[in-house]
């Protein structure tokens, strides 16, 4: 008699444990996916000649796709202010820091001028055989990481044909979660004809 009571309790604490195991391990998955947004996009930075292809296949395979007109120059992206405000509510903008990528709370960009976002605090930038003054608006990316560009310059809209740099495109890709038309993980690059591509996580509001 004393046995089958052991056993019984044996059994009653094992399941009790099991039920706790699984309720934290919820929480825990909640915390996750609340904390580290699932990786549902992907920026593709295209040559003018491939644009249109590459607009067709994304209009085919994503969600919704913003396409912006840039420049690039050695490890800096030059972007419109309006651009970049578009990318901002779209969850492609992020402040980079120790503990990872995060939504900034609000864009910092200098209304009358160029702002520069980098990893380091700089008064000025390259591009081309310019040097362009800015004011350093801080360690603000382009999705999750620096992938793409290491530097960021967000000009007024009227200021950018100025910058002496080649043309590009910017796709800003949102896919579908668990969508089995494509996998971000494998075969992106041949898919787009592009000369940059990044993965990341979208931070919307």
Known sequence: MQSSKTYKGIIIAIVVTAICCGVTAAVMMFHAGHFFP?????????????????????????????????????????????DAQRLYEQGFITEGNGDGAKRPEKLPLHADGPTLWAKGKEKAVEVGDKTIPAVYGGNIQLGDSRGIAKKLLVVPDTQFDEIPAAFYRLFCLEYRKNDPKFDLGAGSDAVYKCVEMQLTSLYKA
């Open 38 to 82: 699932r990786v549902n996009g992907l920026l593709v930075l295209s040559q003018e000649e491939n644009a249109s292809e590459n607009e067709r296949t994304a209009q085919e395979k994503a969600e919704s796709c913003y396409t912006a007109a840039v420049k690039r120059t050695d490890d800096t992206l030059v972007i419109k202010q309006s």
